[in-house]
C-alpha cells in the first residue's frame, strides 16, 4: 500500500452504484475528483500498469507523461472503463466506483476522453458530431423520438465558437484538417459536459499555430473541469503544465512542477536511457 | 416537416416508392379489369411473382437497416422471415380443418399421419388470425432480442456475429427438418385452402396478398427513413463507423443494436408472413444459410446503406434469377456467386452507387467521390 | 477329474448320448491327426467320401441322418462345405445325371460337391434342392461346430465358438467344449469356450451348477450374455442365483459404461480430427491473415475429388492412392487457393465482411463446378484394404482403421503445420506480417508474396482435409458445406491465431458432440453446441486461448 494516500470516506464504499448518472452528486469534498490506488493490469505477463497511484484534483490540468509503454494509454483504458485492471481501485468522487461500470456509464458520468488518433464521425457533419455528443437522455427510444431542445442547440453553438469551427459547421467531418479534427474531437468532450477531461496526445501532427491555439484550449478548459493531458511533446508540456506526474513502467516515477520533475535524477536516467 | 425528412430529402428512395404505389395501382386494376385477351392484361401468375419479390424487397430491406446503417452483417436474416412465415403456415394449416386428406378436424395431416393424438401446445391459437399476427411478430423479435442480446453484449462483431447468425440458421434447418418438432418435418406446410375465410388460390385474394406485400413495404420503407434520419439514426451510423468513440460518448452500443436488429427480425418475419400464403409452402429450406447469404447479395447489388437500394437489389437480383433460370435451370449458382465476387471488386456500392456516379461524372463534378466510398472502407475497422 | 464331475451334472444323460460320445473322442483324435491322416489316405477317403455325397443327396431322409454322422466322422476337407450347403439348401441333385450333386454358391453359378471345382457351361438337368428338416438341422449344427472346432485355425475356431454363442448350445456341444478346452491354446478361444459352457450351464435344473454358471459369466462382455442373465434375475427360482445374476449384471453394465466412454472419447476425437483437419486451414487464413475464406469447405471438397480421379486414373492402384492423392490435393487446392487469393483476395484485405461475401460467391461457382464436372451425385471413393476393418479391442470395443488413421493424421498435420510456422523462414514471415504488416515490409518482407503462400498453404491444408473425409463419406458438391460451420465454430471457440486453440477446440467440440448425441439425438446435439458455444462468448467473447496484449485490445 502507498503510504502517501489521499483521505477517502472508505465507509460508503459498499453503496450501490448502479445508476447510468449514478444518482447522487459527486463529492469531491475531500479535494481529488479521481482517485486511482494500486492499480495492475498485466496483458500476457506484461505488467502494463504496475501498483499506479495517481489524484487529480477537481478543475486540475494535469500533465502526464512518460516513455512509450509507460503505460500512458492502459491509464486511460481503466479510467474510462475500457480495460479492467487485475488489482487496484478507481473512484469518481468520493463514492462512484468507476470498475464496476461500464464505458457509456463512465461517460454520461461526467469523465471524456480524446483519442490519440482523432476518432471524429467523417461521415457526418461538424454539428451532427457534435449533436452526437450532446449530454442529455441517450437512450435508444428517446433519441428516436426526440430532437435536440433549445438549450441543447445553444450548447452547440457555444461550443463550436470554443473550438474555432463555426464556419465549418455543415461540412464533412471527414472533410476537416488534422488539427479542426482534433480539436472537433475536443468540442465533443465538452458537449458531454464532463468534470473530467482526458486528453490523449492532443498535438500530436499539429503545426505550430495549431499548438499554440490548443495550448490555449486546454488552458482555458482547466478551472471549469479537471483536465489530464498525456503528451510526448514536451514543449507543449511545458507550455500548460501546472503540475507533471512522469509515468515509468506502469507506475510513477515522479511527480511535481515541470522544473522540479525535469531535475529530478531519476526523470533523467530514464530519458537518457532511453 | 416529416414528409419533408422521410420522402423528399431522398430523392432515390421518393421514386422507388412512386414506382410502388403505382404499381400496386396498376397491377390490380390490369390483372381484374382488363380481360385476359389484352396485351395490357398481367397474368394471376406475374401477379404472385410480384407478390413475391415485395416479399423479397421487405426481407432486403430488413437486412439493409442493419447491415447498411449499422454495419451489423447478418447471414441468419432468412431465420427470421422463415419463422414469420411458419407462423403464417401454421394458421393457414389451422384453417384447414378437417379438409384435409385424413379429415381431422383437429390435427393437420402430417400430425395424422405421424399417429400424434392432440395438437402440441405451440399450436394452440394459431386458429385465430389476430393470435397469428402477433405471433408473426413476436417469435422472430423475441428471437432476435435474445440472440442479440447474447451477441451484442459480449461484443460479438463483424465477421463473428456474421458467421454465428449463419450458425443460427443452419442449426434451425436442421431441427425444422425434424419430424418431432411438430412442423412437418421435410415437407414443411402446405396445402393451404384458405385465409381469413378466401380461398387461397382466388385471383382476388392473390390481389389482395399482393396489395397487403406493397403497402407493408411501402410502410416499413418510410419507417425505416423514419429511424434513420432520427437522432437514433445518426447514432446508429457513427456506431458503424466509430463504434468505440461512440461507446465514449457516453451512448449504450448495445442497446441501439439489439433494437435495430429486433426491429430489423419483426419485418423479415412479416416479409415471410407475406410471402407464405402467396407461394403456398413453408419448408425448412427457407432455413437453409444460402437463401440468407443470397439475401445479402441483394442489398449489396442494389446499394447498402440507401434502403431504397435493397428493394431495387432485391427486384433486379430476383428478376435475373426468374429469367436465368428458365434458360439453365441447374445453373443459377455460376450467375449468383459471380455477383457476389463482382459486387464486392468493382461495385462496392451497388447499382444505386453506379447510377450516382454515372450522374456525376456527366456532370463532371468528382469531387464527392471520396464521400460516397467512405461508409465502405470503414466498415472493415 | 473336474471335467467329469462337471460333467456328470450335464441333463439329457441317454443312449444316444453314450453314442454320440464316443463319435467326439473320435473327432477330437481326427482332429489332431489330421494333418497326416488326410495326406496319407487321400485316394481312398475320397471314394468314401463320395459315395456318402452321393448317398446323402438321392437316399431317404431317415438315412440322411446317418450319413451326415459319416460324412462327419470322415472329416473330408469338403465336409464342412457340403454341411453348410446342405444347411443352406444349396446341396442340389441333378436329376438323371447319375452322380453329379452340386452346390449353388450363388444365384445359377455351381460348383461339383465332390470336388470344389467350378461347373461351367455344363448341361444340369433338373436340379433338385436336397431336403432337410429340424432335426436334421440341428445335427448339422453340431457336427458343423465339432469340425470346426478342432479346425487347426484359431480364426475358424473361434468363429465356431463364437456362432455357438449366438446360436445357443446344447448339452453335446457343452460337452464337446469342455473336452476341447484342455488342448485349447488360444487364451481368446478359452475365453469364449467357457462363455460357451456357461450360457448353456446356467439353463440347468441344478441351481449350484447355475450358479457356478453366472459366477463365470461375471464381466463377460459378449452381448449374448446378458439376455439370459436378465432373464434370470427375475424368473430364477433360486434368490441366489438370481442375486448373483444381477450382481454379474452389474459387473457387466459397469464395464460397459466404461467401455461405452472410451467409444465415444474415440468417436469424439474421431470427430474431432475431421474437425481438426478442417479448421487449421481456416484458422491460418483466418487467424494469421485475417481473411474470411468461405470457399475453404469447397476446396476440401477438390481434395476428395482429387482423390476420387486418382483412384480412376489407376484402378489398380488402390492401395497406394491415397499416398498419391495427399500431395496431389495439397498442391491442387493450395494452387486454386493462390489464385482465389491472387483473383479476388488481395483487394480485399482489411474489409474482412467483403471478403466474407466474395469467397462465399467463389464457394459457389466452385460447387456448381464440381456439379457440372462430376455430376450432382456422390462419388464413393474406396478404401485401401489397410484403411478398411476393425481394430478389435474386446467384443465391447472395436476401432475402425480408417478412423484411427485420420485421428492420427490429423494430429500429425497438426504438429507439421506447427513446426512449419514455428522453424521455417516462410512461418517466421507469416508470422511477421500477420502481426505488423508495414514493418514487415519494411525489413524486406514481400507481403503480398507472403499473403498468396500462406493462402496457399491454408488452402492445401484444405484439400487434404478433403482427402481425408473421403476415406469417411462419399463425394459429392456439398461434402464442404457440411463442414464449413462447424469449422468456423472451433475457430471461434478455440480463439483466432492461436493453433493450439484449433487443437483444443476441435478435439472439445468432437467430444462435447459425441458425448450429446446419445441423449439428444444428432441434430439437437448441433442445436445445443451452438446455444452452448453463444454462452461461452459471453464469457470468452476471444476463445478458449486468446490473443492478449494492447493489440489485442482495440
Request: hydrophobic share 45%.
Amino acid at each position: 500500500m502507498n503510504p502517501i494516500k489521499h483521505a477517502r470516506n472508505w465507509g460508503s464504499r459498499a453503496l450501490p452504484k448502479k445508476d447510468p448518472n449514478f444518482g447522487h452528486p459527486l463529492d469531491t469534498s475531500h479535494g481529488p475528483i479521481l482517485y486511482v490506488e494500486d492499480v495492475s493490469v498485466s496483458f500476457d505477463g506484461f505488467k502494463a500498469l504496475n501498483n499506479l497511484n495517481l489524484y487529480i484534483d477537481e478543475g486540475e490540468l494535469r500533465c502526464i507523461i512518460g516513455p512509450n509503454g509507460a503505460g500512458k494509454t492502459t491509464m486511460m483504458d481503466v479510467i474510462t472503463g475500457k480495460t479492467k485492471p487485475d488489482a487496484g481501485s478507481v473512484y469518481f468522487g468520493q463514492q462512484i466506483n468507476l470498475l464496476e461500470l461500464s464505458e457509456h456509464q463512465i461517460a454520461r458520468g461526467g469523465i471524456g476522453r480524446k483519442f490519440q488518433k482523432p476518432t471524429v464521425y467523417e461521415a457526418l457533419s461538424v454539428y451532427e458530431n457534435l449533436e452526437l455528443a450532446t449530454a442529455g437522455d441517450k437512450r435508444f427510444w428517446s433519441t428516436l423520438t426526440r430532437g435536440l431542445n433549445g438549450e441543447q442547440k445553444d450548447r452547440i453553438s457555444e461550443v463550436m465558437e470554443t473550438i474555432g469551427l463555426t464556419d465549418s459547421v455543415r461540412n464533412d467531418a471527414g472533410n476537416l484538417s488534422h488539427g479542426q479534427k482534433q480539436w472537433l474531437e475536443i468540442g465533443m468532450l465538452l458537449m458531454q459536459s464532463p468534470r473530467v477531461l482526458l486528453v490523449d496526445e492532443p498535438v500530436a501532427g499539429m503545426t505550430g499555430e495549431e499548438t499554440e491555439r490548443t495550448a490555449e484550449l486546454l488552458t482555458s478548459l482547466a478551472g471549469k473541469h479537471s483536465v489530464i493531458v498525456v503528451e510526448h511533446d514536451m514543449a507543449f508540456v511545458r507550455s500548460i503544465a501546472r503540475e507533471v506526474t512522469v509515468l515509468h513502467q506502469g507506475s510513477v516515477l515522479a511527480e511535481g512542477t515541470m522544473d522540479k520533475v525535469q531535475n529530478d535524477p531519476k526523470v533523467i536516467e530514464v530519458y537518457l536511457g532511453e | 416537416m416529416l414528409t419533408q425528412r422521410l420522402l423528399t430529402s431522398d430523392k432515390g428512395g421518393m421514386i422507388v416508392l412512386a414506382i410502388l404505389a403505382l404499381t400496386c395501382i396498376l397491377v390490380p386494376i390490369l390483372n381484374l379489369a382488363v380481360p385476359e385477351s389484352s396485351p395490357f392484361h398481367v397474368s394471376t401468375f406475374t401477379v404472385t411473382l410480384l407478390g413475391k419479390f415485395l416479399c423479397y424487397a421487405l426481407l432486403a430491406l430488413a437486412l439493409d437497416l442493419i447491415w447498411g446503417y449499422a454495419g451489423i452483417l447478418s447471414l441468419g436474416h432468412g431465420a427470421f422471415f422463415a419463422l414469420g412465415g411458419y407462423a403464417m403456415g401454421m394458421y393457414l394449416m389451422r384453417q384447414i380443418g378437417d379438409r384435409g386428406k385424413y379429415g381431422d378436424p383437429l390435427l393437420p395431416d402430417f400430425m395424422v399421419f405421424l399417429n400424434w393424438k392432440d395438437l402440441p401446445w405451440y399450436w394452440q391459437g394459431f386458429d385465430m388470425f389476430w393470435f397469428t399476427a402477433i405471433m408473426i411478430v413476436l417469435i422472430p423479435g423475441i428471437l432476435a432480442w435474445v440472440f442479440g442480446w447474447l451477441a451484442f453484449r459480449s461484443r460479438v462483431t463483424g465477421v463473428y456475429f456474421a458467421i454465428i447468425t449463419q450458425a443460427l440458421t443452419y442449426a434451425l434447418m436442421l431441427a425444422f427438418f425434424r419430424n418431432e418438432m411438430g412442423f412437418g418435418g421435410n415437407n414443411g406446410l402446405t396445402d393451404f385452402k384458405d385465409i381469413l375465410g378466401f380461398s387461397i388460390t382466388a385471383d382476388s385474394t392473390r390481389i389482395g396478398l399482393f396489395l397487403a406485400s406493397g403497402i407493408a413495404l411501402m410502410l416499413a420503407y418510410l419507417a425505416c427513413r423514419y429511424i434513420v434520419t432520427s437522432r437514433a439514426g445518426r447514432v446508429i451510423v457513427s456506431i458503424r463507423d466509430a463504434e468505440t468513440r461512440t461507446r465514449f460518448s457516453g451512448y449504450k452500443v448495445e442497446s441501439y443494436k439489439l433494437w435495430l436488429f429486433v426491429f430489423s427480425a419483426v419485418l423479415a418475419g412479416i416479409a415471410g408472413a407475406l410471402y407464405v400464403p402467396q407461394v403456398g409452402i413453408i419448408n425448412p429450406g427457407e432455413f437453409s444459410p444460402l437463401n440468407s447469404i443470397e439475401l445479402v447479395v441483394w442489398v449489396a447489388t442494389g446499394g447498402r446503406g440507401t434502403l431504397y437500394g435493397a428493394i431495387v437489389g432485391a427486384f433486379s437480383v430476383n428478376y435475373g434469377k426468374t429469367v436465368f433460370t428458365s434458360f439453365y435451370p441447374e445453373a443459377w449458382l455460376f450467375p449468383l456467386g459471380l455477383l457476389f465476387v463482382l459486387v464486392t471488386l468493382v461495385l462496392p456500392q451497388g447499382l444505386v452507387g453506379l447510377l450516382g456516379k454515372i450522374k456525376k461524372n456527366r456532370a463532371g463534378d468528382n469531387s464527392d467521390k471520396q464521400t460516397t466510398d467512405k461508409a465502405d472502407t470503414k466498415e472493415g475497422a | 477329474m473336474t471335467v467329469m464331475t462337471t460333467m456328470e451334472r450335464f441333463k439329457k444323460v441317454g443312449p444316444t448320448m453314450v453314442y454320440r460320445e464316443c463319435l467326439k473322442v473320435l473327432l477330437v483324435l481326427l482332429a489332431t491327426l489330421l494333418p497326416l491322416a488326410s495326406h496319407a489316405q487321400a485316394s481312398e477317403t475320397d471314394t468314401e467320401f463320395y459315395a456318402l455325397v452321393d448317398q446323402v443327396a438321392s437316399g431317404s431322409l431317415s438315412k440322411r441322418i446317418k450319413t451326415v454322422d459319416a460324412i462327419a466322422e470322415l472329416n473330408h476337407t469338403r465336409s464342412a462345405a457340403i454341411l453348410e450347403a446342405l444347411q443352406e439348401g444349396a446341396l442340389k441333385n441333378a436329376r438323371g445325371k447319375e452322380g453329379l450333386v452340386v452346390i449353388e454358391i450363388a444365384n445359377d453359378q455351381y460348383v461339383d460337391a465332390k470336388t470344389g471345382e467350378p461347373i461351367i457351361d455344363k448341361d444340369l438337368g433338373r436340379l433338385k434342392r436336397v431336403p432337410i428338416h429340424n432335426k436334421l438341422r440341428g445335427q448339422i449344427r453340431t457336427l458343423l461346430a465339432q469340425i470346426n472346432l478342432s479346425s487347426a485355425d484359431e480364426e475358424i475356431r473361434l468363429s465356431a465358438v463364437t456362432r455357438l454363442i449366438t446360436d445357443g448350445g446344447d448339452a453335446d456341444t457343452a460337452e464337446l467344449l469342455q473336452s476341447l478346452k484342455a488342448n485349447e491354446t488360444s487364451a481368446a478361444v478359452v475365453e469364449a469356450m467357457n462363455t460357451a459352457i456357461a450360457l448353456y450351464r446356467i439353463e440347468s435344473d441344478d441351481a449350484t451348477v447355475r450358479l457356478y454358471a453366472v459366477k463365470q459369466l461375471r464381466g463377460s462382455l459378449i452381448p449374448e450374455v446378458r439376455g439370459p442373465l436378465k432373464a434370470l434375475v427375475t424368473n430364477d427360482p433360486d434368490k441366489a442365483v438370481r442375486i448373483e445374476a444381477e450382481r454379474a449384471i452389474d459387473s457387466i453394465e459397469g464395464k460397459l459404461k466404461m467401455f461405452r466412454f472410451g467409444e465415444n472419447v474415440f468417436f469424439g476425437l474421431s470427430l474431432g480430427s475431421v474437425f481438426l483437419l478442417s479448421a487449421i486451414g481456416l484458422a491460418i487464413t483466418f487467424g494469421v491473415m485475417g481473411v474470411i475464406n468461405m470457399a475453404h469447405g469447397e476446396l476440401m471438397m477438390i481434395g476428395a475429388y482429387t482423390t476420387w480421379v486418382i483412384q480412376q486414373a489407376f484402378p489398380n492402384q488402390i492401395e497406394y492412392s491415397l499416398f498419391m492423392a495427399i500431395p496431389a490435393a495439397f498442391v491442387v487446392a493450395g494452387l486454386v487457393g493462390i489464385a482465389i487469393e491472387r483473383g479476388v483476395i488481395q483487394f480485399l484485405y482489411g474489409r474482412p465482411l467483403e471478403t466474407l461475401l466474395a469467397t462465399f460467391g467463389i464457394s459457389l461457382i466452385l460447387q456448381q463446378a464440381a456439379r457440372s464436372i462430376f455430376s450432382p451425385l456422390n462419388r464413393a471413393v474406396s478404401l485401401p484394404e489397410w484403411m478398411s476393418g476393425s481394430l478389435q479391442i474386446n467384443p465391447a470395443l472395436s476401432i475402425t482403421f480408417n478412423r484411427l488413421y485420420i485421428l492420427l493424421f490429423g494430429l500429425m498435420v497438426f504438429f507439421a503445420l506447427m513446426a512449419i510456422l514455428k522453424k521455417t523462414s516462410l512461418g517466421l514471415k507469416v508470422r511477421a506480417v500477420s502481426q505488423n504488416r508495414p514493418m514487415a515490409r519494411a525489413v524486406g518482407v514481400r507481403a503480398s508474396w507472403v499473403d498468396a503462400l500462406t493462402f496457399g498453404l491454408g488452402s492445401g491444408i484444405a484439400g487434404i482435409a478433403g482427402v481425408a473425409l473421403s476415406q469417411l463419406t462419399n463425394v459429392g458438391p456439398n461434402l464442404g458445406q457440411a463442414y464449413i460451420i462447424d469449422s468456423f465454430m472451433v475457430v471461434v471457440f478455440g480463439g483466432v491465431g492461436n493453433l493450439w486453440g484449433t487443437l483444443v477446440g476441435a478435439m472439445g467440440l468432437g467430444i462435447v458432440n459425441k458425448f450429446l448425441e446419445p441423449y439428444a439425438g444428432a441434430v439437437l446435439a448441433k442445436v445445443l453446441i451452438l446455444v452452448m458455444l453463444i454462452l461461452f462468448i459471453q464469457k470468452k467473447p476471444k476463445g478458449l486461448f486468446p490473443q492478449k496484449g494492447r493489440a489485442a485490445a482495440d
